[in-house]
């Protein structure tokens, strides 16, 4: 195989052979390829970049190298996928709340590797939740349910794991046309009809800028757009936590109370915002502020939380214990043995939320990975009282840090700083920054 050529048309800016590519992308995933020219194919790319033509090219390989899911006349199939940050659980509500308007949600997510833990972790967090199906069993739920959570397993684009494994060793991880297609072969070979991609910038997301945010979410659009996908994406700020509670059994409770109509406003309107466009995307006539009152409604009336019920007893959760879940999530999920709460000093302001030392500290106590082998500890997290743009009184409550081990003195000190006061009000954080179509 001529990897070579393939090389030196990515240096040179143009376009691969595909008959080559799609040689080279089944060679690796079958180990006919050595990991030295795949690391010597990836650094190219990395360095140089490529054409959305071998972008959607490179994708539509890596999904033909697994299974996908097929499905016949019915409604829409749609998902979300977000690049992560600091408290992100919309695909807990999201999932649901489509599925409660009449679409359909074959989601596949993953694990948490970094400051904080995947949506996978968060689920596992319930007794019982089983993650592992294999395609015929998403189906089969979603079929049953109208929607279903899996983590992302080797039957689906396999060749993307490889790639990964190598681009994981080789630090060729942040290339936007490598990030494109891992994440856009998984999606597509979900079958879908529409796909809402909520990309994350700022200090507590991968993406730092917007220029870069903006560069990613306008490849993938692009790239799912070229594989027949209606797609929008959200750039989103992650400059403050995501709604009130941050750690995996702690974002389940906050999901269930959105669910019940209740619980944090900015959470829910992430929920709404992303839940509107698919909806929108997917039925001819339906206007943005309709399509936002249908999300809204399943949220209030509690249609959204009986889906939730259902898939988790379709997933594995005792009936019983499902029914106690969905009205009293703290007395099924995991608690801490410590519950530390910081006060307000002074009266002021609440200037901003230092997301990622709060992230860093949750995952020293066991939140989050250092590696993919290690065990999250799910009741570790932070609820935070407040947020950007709050007016505080002395000695109000402002965060409580869940945590098992003991804090040191310096761990005290970060959780003291972790709210910034100011002494004139702030505005309240507009998550929204752009929309890329």
């Known amino acids: ?30 180990g006919e390829v050595a990991v030295e020219d795949a690391t010597a194919w990836l650094k190219a790319v990395h360095s140089f970049g490529c054409s959305v033509e071998d972008t959607v ?33 919309m695909s807990l509500m999201l999932a649901p709340a489509l599925a409660a308007c009449g679409r359909r949600v074959p989601m596949l997510a993953g694990r948490g590797l970094g400051h904080t833990g995947g949506t996978i972790d968060k689920l596992e967090s319930i007794p019982g939740f089983n993650c592992k199906l294999d395609p015929e069993e998403m189906k089969a739920a979603v079929n049953a349910i ?24 080789t630090d060729t991880v942040d290339s936007v046309p490598l ?19 909520d990309v994350k910038c700022g200090s507590g997301a991968f993406m730092k800028t917007l220029a870069q945010a903006e560069e990613l979410a306008t490849s993938m659009v692009r790239t799912a757009k070229g594989l027949g996908i209606k797609t929008i994406a959200q750039i ?10 941050v750690g995996n059994s702690l974002e389940i409770i906050e999901s269930i109370q959105v669910m019940q109509g ?19 995307m997917t039925e001819d006539g339906l206007s943005i502020e309709d399509a936002i009152k249908q999300i809204e409604q399943s949220l209030d009336r509690g249609d959204a939380l009986e889906v939730f019920r259902l898939m988790c007893i379709g997933q594995g959760v005792q009936p019983e214990l499902a029914s106690i879940l969905v009205k009293e999530p703290k007395s099924v999920l995991p608690v801490s043995e410590h519950q530390t709460t910081v006060l307000s000093r002074q009266f002021g302001h609440v200037g901003g939320i230092d997301s990622m030392a709060a992230a860093l500290l949750a995952k020293q106590h066991g939140a989050g990975r250092y590696a993919l082998e290690d065990e999250v500890v799910p009741e570790i997290g932070f609820v935070f009282h407040v947020a950007q743009g709050s007016t505080i ?45």
């Open 1 to 30: 195989m001529d990897v070579a050529q393939l090389i030196e048309s990515v240096v040179a800016n143009q376009g691969q052979d595909h008959a080559l590519l799609d040689a080279f992308v089944n060679g690796v995933a079958d």
């Open 57 to 89: 090219q490179l994708t539509k390989t890596m999904i033909a190298s697994g299974a996908q899911l097929k499905w016949g006349d019915g409604p829409p199939v749609v998902d979300k996928h977000s690049t992560g940050g600091v408290g992100d659980k």
């Open 146 to 169: 109208g929607c279903c959570i899996a983590v992302q397993n080797d039957a689906i684009a396999p060749a993307d794991g490889v790639l990964y494994a190598i681009r994981d060793v």
């Open 179 to 197: 990030i494109t297609a891992s994440i856009i072969s998984k999606k597509a070979a979900e079958g879908l009809d529409a796909l809402v991609l």
């Open 236 to 245: 989103t700020s992650m400059e403050q936590p995501i709604g009130s509670h």
């Open 262 to 280: 209740k619980g944090s406003v900015d959470t829910r309107n992430l929920v709404i915002l992303q839940g509107g466009a698919l909806l929108a």
């Open 393 to 437: 009184e002395e000695n109000q409550p402002l965060l409580t840090f869940h945590h098992n081990q003991e804090l040191t003195d310096k761990e005290h000190t970060i959780l003291q700083n972790l709210v910034e006061m100011v002494k004139v009000s702030v505005p309240t954080i507009e998550r929204l920054l752009s929309i890329v179509d």
